[in-house]
């Protein structure tokens, strides 16, 4: 029903720039919230930051004043833009919708299929 494409991951040195996309398909006719999260080797994935509808914004404490989040609610993108990455940044990076609205009703807590983002020393 709705499927998320990631594009953007790949490998930088520590103090370089990254930028994430993430676009949203299906018959959809909008999108409450759009997020990012990532899990690193052995740890549990959590939030780096979301956006909703309205472009209120939240971001991980580790994140903050790095990270910046962006949407496009009419072309159901969502996009991160990440700068002064550390090697505590090296992860795979998911993209998340929640509550979205499609033909087929509400669609709870969609996932990509994850871009790996690798920083080196």
């Known amino acids: 029903q709705v499927q998320l494409v990631e594009s953007g991951g790949g490998l930088v040195q520590a103090g370089g720039s990254l930028r994430l996309s993430c676009t949203a398909s299906?018959?959809?006719?909008?999108?409450?919230?759009m997020g990012w999260y990532r899990q690193a080797p052995g740890k549990q994935r959590e939030l780096v930051a979301t956006i909703t509808r309205g472009g209120d914004t939240e971001y991980a404490e580790s994140v903050k004043g790095r990270f910046t989040i962006s949407g496009d609610n009419a072309k159901h993108t969502v996009s991160l833009e990440m700068n002064s990455l550390t090697p505590e940044d090296t992860a795979v990076y998911y993209c998340n919708a929640d509550r979205v609205a499609t033909s087929r009703g509400i669609v709870v807590g969609s996932w990509g299929q994850g871009t790996q983002v690798t920083v080196s020393p």
């Open positions: 299906g018959i959809i006719f909008g999108i409450n919230t």
